[in-house]
């Protein structure tokens, strides 16, 4: 016998607010709660300490998570100099302290622009990579270091939004994989001295920024005075997400043959490779990849394209 699905068949995007003091699967499994959703998943997480633009795919969207977690971000981070901790962020133990050398916006300004453009990062102890089935920050609370392979990054810009003598606060725009608290340790460094994040909160990602978000409290509020569909109305749709990417229209035919696994053959041609499908009456059916022949290959299929 079918095991019966738990939760509604609701499909969505919704962007959070998150706070800071928890865990981006904790706030995942509390929006999964409200909307009584059968099926959801995050776009990639966010530290406790950090606040910010979380967008959390329920229903058939979590097949776009991957692509979400791949797009570029942006952050507003503050950095206080002088002392290090072994997380990199305020909920860390302090195991460094060192002065602070004078500096004013002349000398940190060449600093900041040495870290735009492409670059290899080592991911800090306390991240959620894994390293033989246990998440690394589990190791480096037991005092456990283990050698992290570097990553290629790119930071895009770097912006100084305010500084004193002691702290300074950034606005970045980085690619997928950038972690912020080494980036500030690293610019730290560079000054002459230590630092660790004291704040950070995720403005954009995706396209989605925090003019798009919604606050756990609103959510609650509005599932305690209202129906479940009045929550259903902070949903975006699954087809505004990845909005680079070129929409093909495709027909009945077409349609047929997507239903079945199979590529179609299609008069539009773009350069980029990635696309996304909807049927005559413009309803999403998934994702594809163009090939330079004009042919589309399905990728990751709604129900709605295979039913």
């Known amino acids: 016998m079918a095991r019966r699905k738990k939760g509604r068949d609701v499909t969505g995007i919704l962007v959070i607010d998150k706070p800071t003091g928890h865990s981006s699967n904790h706030i995942l ?5 409200l909307f009584d959703a059968n099926k959801a998943g995050h776009t990639g997480s966010l530290d406790p300490l950090a606040s910010g633009v979380l967008p959390v795919c329920l229903g058939e969207a979590t097949k776009l998570s991957g692509y979400l977690l791949d797009a570029d971000k942006q952050y507003e981070v503050t950095c206080k100099l002088g002392i290090t901790t072994d997380s990199g962020d305020a909920d860390g133990n302090v195991i460094a302290e060192q002065a602070i050398p004078i500096f004013d916006e002349t000398r940190l300004t060449p600093i900041l622009k040495a870290f735009i453009g492409e670059q290899d990062q080592v991911p800090p102890m306390f991240s959620a990579l894994k390293h033989q089935g246990q998440p690394l920050y589990k190791l480096a609370r037991q005092g456990i270091e283990i050698e992290r ?4 990054i790119t930071i895009y810009d ?3 939004q305010h500084f004193d003598s002691s702290s300074f606060t950034l606005t970045v725009r980085c690619s997928k994989g950038t972690y912020i608290r080494t980036l500030v340790e690293d610019i730290s460094h560079a000054l002459g001295t230590g630092g ?3 704040m950070l909160r995720r403005t954009a990602v995706a396209g989605y920024t925090l003019t798009d978000s919604v606050s756990l409290e609103t959510l609650q509020t509005t599932r305690e005075q209202g129906e479940l569909t009045d929550l259903d109305k902070q949903l975006t749709a699954a087809e505004d ?3 680079d990417w070129p929409s093909i229209t495709l027909d009945e035919a077409g349609c047929k043959q997507l239903s079945f696994g199979q590529s179609v053959h299609v008069t539009q041609t773009y350069e980029c490779a990635n696309v996304r499908l909807f049927d005559t009456s413009m309803q999403f059916l998934g994702l594809g990849e163009m090939t330079s022949d004009g042919v589309v290959k399905p ?4 129900v709605s394209a295979t039913s």
Do not use: D, E, G, N
Request: aromatic share 4%; net charge positive; charged share 30%.
């Open 149 to 152: 392979k570097s990553r290629r």
């Open 299 to 302: 990728k990751r299929l709604f």
């Open 241 to 243: 997400a990845l909005p």
């Open 29 to 33: 499994q509390q929006v999964k709660r």
């Open 158 to 160: 770097i912006q100084l």
């Open 196 to 198: 660790h994040v004291t």
